[in-house]
């Protein structure tokens, strides 16, 4: 049996202290515990239930202390797995009992420390990254994420105080679970574009104007032109790509390479056949904030500044060769880093020496992409959405806007058409309590339009923001529409993306 490092979820105390939870039936629940087999069907079970129900934060909270796990169904505790059934079932229900039942499953849950054992078969699933023991040692709340341990934060700096830090300082970001791969032409000799095609037959984007050195983001798309997933291409040389895709992603994205990758082999001499290396091991960190480049000029030679945003290089940085991209997941200037396996530890360490750098974990990095209006997948996109749906429509090349130009092209192409997509990704800006993922939005006249994919209040912005699908007509920015939360109507208004103003490093 292994144990599972790190509490996730707020300590009883601290829970109780924050909140003001005073009610009489509810203390002796927090404070006694209840087993997750017991029917909370008493008359006291009943009222604990409806007054967690109530509470402005409180279940929320818990829930959103929760969120990380919950997004890796298959790689949870058995009590999360029941958690996940539970508030699925009675989230938006008025069946207090059921709720009730709930709370003994979040109180059992809170109960769960670093001494707390996951099995043997569950533990086979989750990977490390080479920063593991580095994240330990930092004293990181470690939780299951896309098949990894990853941190979700550090010691007692909370989510909002490193988003804080990001925004005005250097946050550094483990983002190792992320898949590394190298796309290039079994012959190096060979000068042709069989490379850039078969990339370019995958994805929508433009790749052929591409020049080395310079990123795109892209799209993956299925043959129903549904988001696989969203990955990164920088273009290395005229015969080789160095691409990133997403971590929960690593077993469709891989098979389906290697399917397209046989199928497009099968017809091609020696010289024009495609490979594909995934960098295992890789180390990968994200340096991201406003002194991120102050940071690694100080331990390289080359200047920095000639790098601007989605431009891509090897450089000798504190004597050790890596490649560095200028761009990350936060909206702020800063640098994505692949390091040799070897020496990632000692990478990360030479970073944080400097007294500007704090490290981030994953509660920091939702908040952070969610105001810079960035999609994160089994969330704001999945399979059965359309890159034009999803506001992605710039990744599509204008001259390979044709039938068969790439896997997919038949819908994307039906919904770049006036009024061919049937939904659209929005932005929100809600009055009141915040929405969360999966929350319904409505018209003035209470017609249900579409749902909340992502939603948190905005540190930044002190406003509780959201992005979600709406049927289209009702996607224009300023249109005044509704979002049900916890069984009240919000106000909320259709609003542009990014939330902030991004800081990304143009020259």
């Excluded at 969120?67 to 058995?78: E, G, I, N, T």
Aim: proline share 5%.
């Amino acid at each position: 049996m292994l144990k599972l490092v790190g509490d996730a979820v707020p300590s009883v105390e601290d829970f109780m202290a924050q909140y003001k939870m005073d009610h009489p039936a509810a203390l002796h629940r927090l404070k006694v515990g209840v087993p997750a087999t017991v029917e909370h069907s008493t008359e006291e079970g009943v009222e604990t239930g409806k007054w967690v129900a109530e509470t402005t934060q409180g279940f929320i909270t818990f829930m959103d202390a929760l969120k990380l796990r919950l997004r890796a169904k298959d790689q949870l505790h058995p009590l999360l797995q029941d958690l996940v059934t539970g508030y699925a079932r009675f989230k938006s229900s008025k069946d207090w009992e059921g709720r009730s039942k709930l709370v003994g499953w979040l109180i059992t849950l809170n109960g769960m420390k670093a001494s707390d054992e996951i099995s043997e078969e569950q533990s086979r699933q989750l990977r490390k990254t080479n920063l593991y023991d580095f994240h330990v040692k930092h004293k990181a709340k470690m939780v299951p994420f896309g098949g990894y341990m990853m941190p979700l934060s550090y010691g007692d700096v909370g989510q909002v105080a490193s988003h804080h830090h990001v925004r005005n300082h250097v946050g550094l970001f483990d983002v190792g679970h992320m898949v590394q791969s190298r796309a290039y032409l079994l012959s190096p000799s060979f000068r042709g574009r069989s490379i850039t095609q078969f990339l370019e037959y995958l994805t929508p984007s433009g790749l052929t104007s591409l020049e080395p050195t310079f990123s795109t983001l892209s799209v993956l798309l299925n043959k129903n032109g549904g988001i696989i997933d969203d990955l990164v291409i920088t273009r290395r040389s005229d015969h080789e790509f160095y691409v990133v895709t997403n971590a929960g992603r690593r077993e469709r994205d891989l098979g389906w390479f290697s399917q397209q990758i046989e199928i497009w082999n099968e017809s091609r001499s020696l010289d024009d056949k495609v490979e594909m290396e995934v960098l295992e091991g890789w180390g990968l960190l994200a340096l991201q904030g406003p002194g991120a480049s102050q940071v690694l000029q100080r331990l390289t030679p080359v200047d920095l500044a000639p790098l601007t945003f989605g431009r891509a290089t090897n450089l000798l940085v504190d004597d050790l060769e890596v490649h560095v991209s200028r761009g990350g997941y936060t909206g702020e200037d800063g640098f994505e880093i692949s390091i040799p396996p070897s020496h990632t530890v000692q990478f990360a360490e030479a970073l944080m020496k400097q007294d500007s750098v704090q490290l981030a974990g994953l509660a920091a990095r939702d908040s952070l992409r969610l105001e810079a209006g960035m999609c994160l997948y089994g969330h704001d996109l999945d399979e059965e959405t359309s890159p034009v749906e999803a506001g992605l429509s710039w990744v599509i090349d204008k001259k390979r806007r044709q039938p068969n130009a790439f896997i997919g092209a038949e819908t994307v192409i039906k919904h770049l058409k006036k009024d061919g997509a049937p939904r659209r990704r929005v932005g929100l800006i809600v009055e009141g309590a915040p929405a969360r993922e999966g929350a319904e939005i409505y018209t003035p006249d209470n017609e249900l339009i579409g749902k909340v994919t992502s939603g948190i209040p905005s540190p930044t912005l002190n406003k509780n923001i959201a992005m979600g699908y709406v049927k289209s007509g009702w996607h224009k920015k300023g249109t005044e529409i509704q979002v049900k939360v916890r069984n009240t109507m919000r106000k909320a208004m259709v609003s542009p993306m990014p939330f902030i103003e991004t800081k990304y490093w143009r020259g």
